[in-house]
């Protein structure tokens, strides 16, 4: 599986975005997606993730610290994820990573339990 992630940029804050996180290859009916982020110095953090069962979009999870701002959606047909960021605030500047897993199984929020990463794309929010 192979996952390219798009739509990042420099934005002002209170502005919004759309990351896109397209997947190609081998898939399976059920798996779970997620972005995860980066900024300087600091761990990689979840940011929110959706659990797909039998092709049919599932749960979502959202981050309490973008809970309100952020969601995540998915396009079954053109097997991508979005997250939609709204309301950014400078303390959103990061690399963006959206990762997948070929399970529902088990946690959502912890980076360890994903297999397949995107590259990255950046996300800088100007005060």
């Known amino acids: 599986v192979q996952l390219q992630a798009s739509g990042g940029g420099l934005v002002q804050a209170g502005s919004s975005l759309r990351l896109s996180c397209a997947a190609s290859?081998?898939?399976?009916?059920?798996?779970?997606m997620g972005w995860f982020r980066q900024a300087p110095g600091k761990e990689r953090e979840f940011v929110a993730a959706i659990k797909v069962i039998n092709w049919s979009g599932g749960s979502t999870y959202v981050s309490d610290s973008v809970k309100g701002r952020f969601a995540i959606s998915r396009d079954g047909a053109k097997n991508t994820v979005y997250l939609q960021m709204n309301s950014l605030k400078p303390e959103d500047t990061a690399v963006y990573y959206c990762a997948a897993k070929r399970t529902v199984v088990g946690s959502s929020v912890e980076a360890s339990g994903y297999t397949y990463w995107g590259q990255g794309t950046q996300v800088t929010v100007s005060s």
């Open positions: 290859g081998r898939t399976s009916s059920s798996y779970g």
